[in-house]
């Protein structure tokens, strides 16, 4: 369950920041940058903060 909402909440966040990009301002593209090279690091280091935060909520595995 807590992978199906990181993935959703890093996609959320992508498709967010591309919009307000296009709409509001191109530094928002940051954010999108932000969350790949969060997804990267926990890709190679097999942590990541969004599943500790879910553990502590009580999200089952």
Not at 4 to 13: C, D, E, N, S
Not at 23 to 38: H, T
Request: aromatic share 8%; charged share 10%.
């Amino acid at each position: 369950m807590q992978e199906r909402i990181v993935r959703a909440v890093a996609g959320t966040l992508v498709l967010i920041s591309v919009l307000l990009s296009i709409y509001v301002n191109v530094n928002w593209l940051f954010l999108a940058g932000f969350v790949g090279v969060n997804l990267i690091q926990s890709s190679l280091t097999k942590w990541c903060l969004m599943t500790d935060i879910l553990c502590k909520l009580g999200v089952p595995k």
